[in-house]
């Protein structure tokens, strides 16, 4: 079965940093391109990020660029995300997805930025 | 960057009953290197990650039922849901992959 568990979300404050982390399972990861894909609350999903398979091609939604850093390690079937600079904007529910286009998804992991 | 209008905001449609689903990209989303549309059409229920049920604009992903139909090439595209089901009540997305990953504003889909 196709597996996809994201972790490391979290309240932080304004300016703050997070690491989100994407456990696959069920498939070859080191195959599969994947995204990063955010849904603020009531509102509808954004695209973040994402990565080819090697990690050596990785594109950002220009909200993002410059802030936030997507790569995987395809030895332990993980995707990250790296979030500095964190926005109010940056609040939402942030799922990690696979697939061309996104055909997998997982649960989602909350992520709050609030003063 | 590539935008997308979907239209309506919101339908409500009988059981039984068509409900169809309009998207407009602001650029051609057809590849002519292939002929393939890069566009995909997602459902989503509350609490739930988005579910892929269409690709190359057409194309059922598996185990989709066939009441749902994609339409449309170039830069219009119409989701058919042929004789609503209760379940089917959910947020409908379009989404092109032709350039980066962009998303519709989406379309609820009531009874």
């Known amino acids: 079965e196709v597996q996809l568990v994201e972790s490391g979300g979290g309240v932080v404050q304004p300016g703050g940093s997070l690491r989100l982390s994407c456990a696959a399972s069920?498939?070859?990861?080191?195959?599969?391109?994947m995204h990063w894909v955010r849904q603020p609350p009531g509102k509808g999903p954004m695209w973040v990020s994402r990565i080819n398979t090697d990690g050596s091609n990785r594109v950002y939604a220009d909200s993002v660029k410059g802030r936030f850093t997507i790569s995987r390690d395809n030895a332990q079937n993980t995707l990250f995300l790296q979030m500095d600079g964190l926005t109010v904007d940056d609040t939402g529910v942030y799922y990690c997805s696979g697939g061309i286009p996104p055909d997998f998804w997982g649960r989602g992991t909350l992520v709050t930025v609030s003063s | 960057d590539i935008g997308i209008t979907q239209s309506p905001d919101s339908l409500a449609v009988s059981l039984g009953e068509r409900a169809t689903i309009n998207c407009k990209t602001s650029?051609?989303?057809?590849?002519?290197?292939?002929?393939?549309?890069?566009l995909a059409w997602y459902q989503q229920k509350p609490r739930q990650p988005p579910k892929l049920l269409l690709y190359w604009a057409s194309i059922r992903e598996s185990g989709v039922p066939d009441r749902f139909t994609g339409s449309g090439s170039g830069t219009d595209f119409t989701l058919t849901i042929t004789s609503l089901q209760a379940e089917d009540v959910a947020v409908y997305y379009c989404?092109?992959?032709?350039?980066?990953?962009?998303f519709g504003q989406g379309t609820k889909v009531e009874i």
């Open positions: 650029q051609s989303v057809l590849y002519s290197s292939n002929n393939k549309d890069y």
């Open positions: 069920g498939f070859d990861f080191s195959k599969s391109w």
């Open positions: 989404q092109q992959y032709y350039t980066l990953v962009t």
